[in-house]
């Protein structure tokens, strides 16, 4: 069956360190992925979209990676901070258009001072 | 607007009772979603439009749910005697062809 997994338990880490999510992916050849973060009360917002010939995708203190043989994706957040803290999403096109993001439940990151 | 925008942002409603959701997304945005969110839950996919026409519905959860989208810009979602099983956020979201969503802040529907 299709499964896209994120780690359930919250990660905690402490302020400066690099915080590291995992989306691991089953029976499905995405397109493309993408990575969203989501604040409490409010709808998810877009951070970074990486696509299947990327290995490695950069912006500011974030780094997303794609493996297409592992079927992982992994999202690192580097020098963190505590408004970093919120849940990460990640969501993978399985048809190559965008008209239908296959949704992980997220992972939660608190960002301890 | 420059973002997405949703209405109401809260609804309480009696069970049995029929309630209107609306979107609004960004302009000149040919994809327009909706999805429904539980507490503590993932997102649950409801509908896609491309233009006014929903190539895909396969998401509304029974025949109460229903959605149209007018002059390829607002949305609305219609739920029929709802339930108590409804009650959840409900988010919109609207994206170029082939680009990232956009999302509305959501309307928490709370139904009796």
């Known amino acids: 069956s299709q499964k896209i997994e994120q780690n359930s338990e919250a990660l905690n880490i402490q302020e400066g360190k690099t915080a590291t999510l995992t989306c691991n992916y089953t029976?499905?050849?995405?397109?493309?992925l993408q990575w969203y973060r989501q604040d409490p009360g409010r709808g998810p917002v877009f951070l970074l979209l990486?696509?299947?010939n990327e290995k490695e995708k950069r912006k500011e203190r974030l780094k997303v990676t794609f493996d297409t043989t592992l079927k992982q994706s992994l999202f690192h957040i580097t020098a963190s901070q505590p408004a970093d803290s919120a849940t990460y999403l990640c969501a993978l096109d399985n048809a190559g258009n965008n008209r239908k993001l296959i949704w992980g439940l997220g992972t939660s990151l608190a960002v301890n001072p | 607007g420059a973002g997405v925008s949703q209405s109401p942002s809260n609804k309480v409603t009696e069970k049995g009772k029929d309630v209107e959701l609306r979107c609004d997304p960004i302009s000149g945005h040919t994809a327009l979603y909706w999805y429904r969110q539980s507490l503590g839950q993932g997102l649950e996919f409801l509908i896609y439009f491309q233009g006014n026409s929903a190539p895909d519905k396969s998401g509304l959860p029974s025949d109460r749910f229903s959605a149209e989208r007018t002059g390829g810009s607002v949305s609305t979602l219609t739920i029929q005697r709802t339930q108590q099983e409804d009650s959840a956020v409900y988010l919109c979201a609207s994206s170029p062809m082939g680009g990232n969503q956009f999302f509305g802040p959501g309307t928490r529907l709370t139904v009796l």
């Open positions: 990486i696509r299947e």
């Open positions: 029976n499905y050849s995405p397109a493309y």
